[in-house]
């Protein structure tokens, strides 16, 4: 599996190089966003101390999403037609022979994304884009400009509503292909194209299109037939076509993240009812898909961006696993909730789980708490008390020469 210096996170090389600085002091610090499934609020919570330090109103429930830098948590709030920007309070300044960290309190940032039902929702070099499904339209807007707290919108219209995304690419936009037939249905391809709406080659198919992720300078879309692949040459997007192996059983991945240090893609695999695997995806082999599979049904899963050759899957039966993403096998597993049956309605709370410096956080939304685990010995080392049931959880931070010695 190919190593990727460009997904590596300012954060880790805050730790490696801050020591260097004879003025200054190393600080950590690392914030947990949770978002409640029911209620229209988002709680942050000092991760290595394990106390709140702020809620905020927001509009609806909603899923969280972190900026790469680490600087913006967005709550992206389909049911209340809006997305939310909110400043971490978190920031590293890379000086090349170390990286400052500026620690401040989290804050609403006063930037409001509206649009018709926001579901995909992008970051690419630093440009968001939210996709709106019943417009059919995604508003990109830079991070830098949330975070002063003033966005100009660029709107890309896809033709008609459906349950699409648009991705901004440099100078040009990757977007979703309806339906032809009929939109409600799933896509059927990206197409590129530059800024003022001029295509850039032809269509690439790819049916049922659902799912997207970055991992070093890749991005990939699954779709039914395989993943598109699309890396840059030239300053200009080329997108081909990676079919699922053979030797995978019958199925296709709607879900995907991508690896951070080691350039790969985790997904789910829809290959039967029970849906008892995922699949390592890993572009730059020969054998480039690798199925694993699990004891029960997926529920969420997360990549580990400190320690690499780790990601983590919780199953419906209440067990964290450790997912040794080189050998592509599990190593450990470790119970931590009652069950959470994958029957039932899409949307129903389940566990989620995010990683926060040396410990892996899972929310349990019916027991209203945290679980804490401590990445290297993979055992649990603590809970968290959460108002209401918390559902989505981000986490942001890591380690940084320190000027200011106040905080």
Known sequence: MRRSTLSLTLPLLAAGLAAGSAQAEEATAWRLFIADHSEPVVHVIDAVEGEQLASFDIRGPASLYRSHNGEA??????????????????????????????????????????????????????????????????RIFRERDALAGSVELREVDVGSPHHGVVVPYGDYDLISEPH???????????????????????????????GEAMTGNLMAFACETGLLIVRSEGGEPSIEHLPYAETLPEGKTTTLVGGHGLQYFLGNFLDSPDQNAVVLIDPSEEEAFRLVELPTRRVHFAVDPIRARYAYVFTEDGQLHQLDVLAGEIRQSLRLTAPYSMDGHWGDPRP????????????????????????????????VEVEGTPFSIVAVGGTGTDHDHSH
């Open 73 to 138: 948590v967005y709550a992206v709030q389909g049911s209340a037609d809006v997305v939310t920007a909110i400043s971490t309070g978190i920031a590293f300044h890379n000086h090349g022979d170390h990286a400052d960290i500026e620690v401040e309190a989290p804050r609403l940032l006063g930037i409001e994304i509206e649009g018709e039902y926001p579901v995909h929702f992008v970051e690419h070099q630093g440009h968001w884009a939210a996709f709106f499904d019943k417009e059919g339209v995604a």
């Open 352 to 383: 989620r789980v995010a990683v926060a410096g040396e410990h892996v956080f899972v929310t349990d939304p019916l027991e209203s708490k945290l679980h804490q685990v401590e990445a290297t010995s993979f055992e649990k080392v603590g809970e």
């Open 180 to 210: 032809p037939e009929d939109p409600s249905n799933l896509p059927i391809g990206i197409r590129a194209q530059d800024r003022n709406g001029t295509p850039l080659g032809e269509l690439a198919e790819c049916p049922e299109l659902h």
